[in-house]
């Protein structure tokens, strides 16, 4: 395969290949872990896991998956179900744009597939949230369909095994790789053939200290002849994060606290939050600007009052510290908003609620 040394890699010849499907798929027979999506091949839990595993860890989503299913143990169970209750089950997972596609997409199949979930790949690609590899993921995993997947561990392995020294994540990149993901496919198995390159890149073949030694085509791999294992891919830029300080009030009613509806276009779009607000510096958090923004957005006149908790945490490019405050001195009537709803929760009802993450943290800390 000295084709491969090349600066622009060509695809594997069939020798290559032959030896490549046999081991691959010989190694996956004795080491795929016990999924709980691999149960069967129902596209339906296929499609949910794979949702969920974007840019989520396994460990993290077995859990999450397990929840959902037993909730929403088909996909017509998905589509009737509330966005509220989709959304309360997703909470913690991030990315919540991805929950509330699925049941947009839950919706489409139950309205226009008689609830049976498609089998065309065009028809799983035109679906809400899902892109060129989830659907082959879908086409080949649950209906064993001759389609190429192309996913970070699997970006990484084949870059790997072609010794691609250029960003495999821009155009030129991935015209490559999705050709050679395809070119790889074998003749029977490409359910088992797929998982097992995704179980490969996520196991073996990882980021960092690759264990190369006990890869099933180390001897295949171009990067390991070349000794360029932990310099391929090129690593990605650094996030250039940005510090950003809010404020979270905490405005209580007797036994019952204010909750408001994040809109359409926010940050948290469609889950609850107490009253958040941004502000430039700590001397704007102590002034009365933030009392103004209040009433302006609730209706309700109070004084910020004394520090509950200060949270850290990240968004997207964001570093946040969230100072959380009680309102005092609470007066005026609550004005009614359509595009983000305010309620009066009790606080030992706030389970019920769809929470983003830093409000279900400052909810366990009024329960206590």
């Known amino acids: 395969m000295d084709a491969l040394a090349s600066s622009r890699p060509t695809m594997p010849n069939a020798a290559w290949l032959r030896k490549f499907q046999r081991q691959i798929l010989a190694w996956y027979g004795g080491a795929a872990r016990d999924l709980p999506w691999r149960a069967n091949r129902d596209p339906y839990r296929v499609w949910i896991s794979e949702i969920m595993l974007q840019q989520t860890q396994v460990a993290t989503v077995r859990a999450y998956f397990q929840r959902f299913i037993a909730a929403f143990p088909t996909v017509t169970d998905l589509a009737a179900a509330d966005e509220a209750d989709v959304l309360r089950l997703w909470e913690g997972l991030g990315y919540y744009r991805r929950a509330r596609q699925l049941h947009a997409a839950a919706q489409v199949i139950a309205d226009e597939h008689q609830g049976k979930f498609p089998r065309e790949f065009d028809a799983i690609l035109a679906l809400p949230g899902i892109g060129r590899y989830t ?32 960003d495999p994540t821009k155009t030129a990149g991935q015209r490559l790789l999705w050709q050679f993901a395809e070119h790889i496919l074998p003749p029977h198995d490409v359910s088992s053939f797929n998982q097992a390159l995704m179980e490969l890149g996520s196991e073996i073949c990882t980021p960092r200290n690759p264990q190369c030694e006990a890869c099933p085509v180390a001897m295949l791999c171009q990067a390991k002849r070349e000794n360029a294992v932990t310099e391929i891919p090129v690593p990605k830029k650094k996030m250039q994060y940005e510090d950003r300080t809010e404020v979270a009030i905490v405005v209580r009613r007797k036994k019952e606290v204010l909750l408001r509806q994040c809109g359409p276009d926010e940050r948290w779009a469609g889950l609850w939050d107490f009253p ?93």
């Not at 659907?135 to 369909?145: D, E, K």
């Not at 600007?289 to 850290?312: N, V, W």
């Open 135 to 166: 659907a082959g993921a879908i086409c080949s995993i649950a209906y064993n369909q001759s389609a190429p997947i192309l996913e970070a561990n699997t970006i990484r392995l084949h870059a790997r095994l072609l010794a691609y020294r250029e």
């Open 276 to 368: 958040r607000f941004h502000v430039a510096s700590e001397a704007e958090l102590l002034s009365g600007q933030l009392a103004t923004q209040l009433e302006e957005r609730t209706g309700l006149s109070a004084a910020i009052g004394s520090r509950l908790t200060t949270i850290k945490h990240g968004v997207t490019k964001y570093r946040i510290t969230l100072h959380c405050h009680e309102a005092e001195g609470l007066s005026g009537r609550l004005r009614k908003d359509a595009t983000a709803p305010l309620v009066w929760a009790a606080v030992d009802k706030l389970a019920d609620f769809a929470l983003s993450t830093t409000g279900r943290k400052i909810a366990r800390l009024l329960a206590k």
